[in-house]
């Protein structure tokens, strides 16, 4: 298997997912280590035989074919990821989500037409009303990406499912909803608070803090994941989520909290341009189809994660130093 973007936060619960369960699996981790990139995630794998790290980008063809040729799948991770910085910088997210899809999905083709699983998003289908609280994201629901970030995702989906249609390539796409849980960069919500209530720091809070994500804890993604390229149906899309919709201010409270601080920690700060009001997805397609369903409850995977980032205090200070304060000061102080 060749897995892109492994070194980051989904990509390397998902390595540790399958090597676990499958311990005769290959994997190659194609991954060019950027500032989300971290080799301490997967450093209990370092000397399995199995698994082999390839420090590359992911728009380097030769690269790609090269390494890609004996593998029987592509399970594609790799992204710029952080809506913030698409804000900031969003030709890096055209480079890498739209471009780079493209180079791997040449590379597959290529090759004979290698079997091609394809991370996305929920956040191509666009925003809910808060108060339509009937309404969900499923896999019919009509793209209408808002941000930087969620356009390149689209974009993306839009050629890996172009491929399957004009080339026959066997593909499969997950659009998952947000997720939380150990290694995820701490720029990200959740850890970003967790981190900072850890510093004795404030927690900044978007705008009136009542957006909503449906909330989904890592190792259920991954266990998701590992069902559609085992079962899914090839040329199929798959939503993926645990029914677990939570406004941003309900989760600011619980990790304030649970950490011992009171809502005197919370600034709140103005809002992202563009902030998506409300995600909400409805998994019943792999829920019936490939018997899949999310296992970690969100009081339960919240409460784990917080006390991971509370036990690993020298991998989150490392990597929430150098490049990334840069990044907050211009984006919180400077903006
Ligand atoms: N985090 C979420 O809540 C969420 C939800 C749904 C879907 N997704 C999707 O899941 C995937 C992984 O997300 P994440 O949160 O783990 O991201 P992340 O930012 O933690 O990791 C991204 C990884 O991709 C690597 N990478 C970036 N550009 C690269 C390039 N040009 N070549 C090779 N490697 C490159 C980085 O070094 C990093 O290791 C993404 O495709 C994202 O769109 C994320």
């Known amino acids: 298997m060749l897995v892109t973007g492994g070194a980051g936060f989904i990509g390397s619960n998902f390595i540790r997912h399958i090597l676990t369960k499958y311990p005769h699996y290959s994997i ?29 980008d992911i728009l380097n063809s030769e690269l790609v074919e090269h390494i890609a040729q004996d593998v029987d799948i592509i399970v594609h991770f790799a992204a710029e990821t952080h809506v913030d910085r698409s804000v900031l910088d969003p030709f890096s997210f055209v ?65 890996v499912r172009a491929y399957h249609h004009t080339f026959g390539l066997p593909i499969t796409i997950s659009n998952c909803s947000n997720n939380y849980g150990p290694y995820q960069f701490p720029e990200k919500f959740i850890p970003l608070f967790i981190t900072n209530l850890l510093e004795e720091k404030k927690v900044p809070l978007y705008g009136d803090g009542k957006n909503v994500r449906d909330w989904i804890h890592v190792a259920d993604h991954s266990a998701a994941v590992d069902r559609i390229i085992h079962d899914g149906r090839i040329g199929h899309t798959y939503v993926v989520g645990a029914n677990c919709e939570k406004s941003n201010f309900e989760i600011t409270k619980l990790i304030v909290n649970c950490l ?13 341009p563009g902030h998506d009001r409300r995600y909400s997805v409805r998994p019943h397609k792999i829920q019936a189809e490939l018997g899949w369903n ?30 990334y304060l840069e990044y907050y000061d211009r984006w919180y102080n400077k903006r």
Do not use: C
């Open 28 to 56: 190659i981790n194609l991954d060019k280590l950027t500032y989300a990139g971290n080799l301490e995630n997967l450093k209990d794998f370092e000397f399995n035989p199995n698994y082999k790290f390839v420090k590359g």
């Open 95 to 159: 480079r890498t989500n739209v471009l780079g899809t493209h180079v791997l999905l040449e590379a597959a083709r290529k090759l004979g037409n290698k079997r091609f699983h394809h991370i996305s998003t929920d956040e191509v289908f666009g925003s809910l009303p808060l108060e339509e609280t009937h309404r969900s994201f499923h896999e019919e629901t009509p793209y209408d990406p808002k941000s930087p970030y969620s356009s390149s995702k689209a974009a993306a989906d839009h050629l």
């Open 260 to 272: 011992g601080f009171g809502e005197e920690m919370i600034e709140y700060v103005k809002d992202r």
């Open 294 to 323: 999310p296992q970690m409850n969100f009081d339960d995977g919240i409460k784990k994660t917080i006390q991971w980032y509370i036990d690993n205090p020298d991998w989150w200070r490392r990597v929430k130093s150098g490049e």
